[in-house]
């Protein structure tokens, strides 16, 4: 799995970067086809507080690409939500994907 993680008006430290990349363990735990994930850190200057902090990732998987983005006034906050929805789609992707096929051939036999 090849990880990206940048940050855009912000300085990704490796306290930030450990904390990501531990969370996007869990996905990589349930689904093993991850080939790529991008992950951008965002602060914006807006004027509400509540909505500053953003990450986005893209997770490229084989055949699909995912993309989940969160916004919150705490970035760890903002990065849980995003692993949460990751997580969601990654294991609606697998249920999809998975060969339901060997059912069939059971009772032909």
């Not at 995003?82 to 339901?100: F, I, N, S």
Request: net charge positive; glycine share 4%; hydrophobic share 35%.
């Amino acid at each position: 799995m090849n990880l990206t993680i940048s940050g855009h008006h912000l300085e990704v430290t490796p306290a930030l970067r450990g904390y990501v990349t531990s969370k996007l363990d869990r996905i990589t735990r349930h689904f093993d086809q991850v080939v790529d994930v991008k992950v951008l850190l965002t602060i914006d200057n807006m004027k509400e507080k509540e909505r500053r902090q953003r990450a986005e990732c893209n997770v490229h998987v084989k055949g699909r690409d995912l993309f989940a983005e969160s916004s919150h006034a705490d970035l760890y906050a903002a990065v849980d939500e995003l692993t949460d929805k990751l997580d969601r789609q990654v294991g609606r992707y697998k249920t999809k994907t998975q060969d339901h096929h060997h059912v069939a051939a059971k009772r032909q036999a």
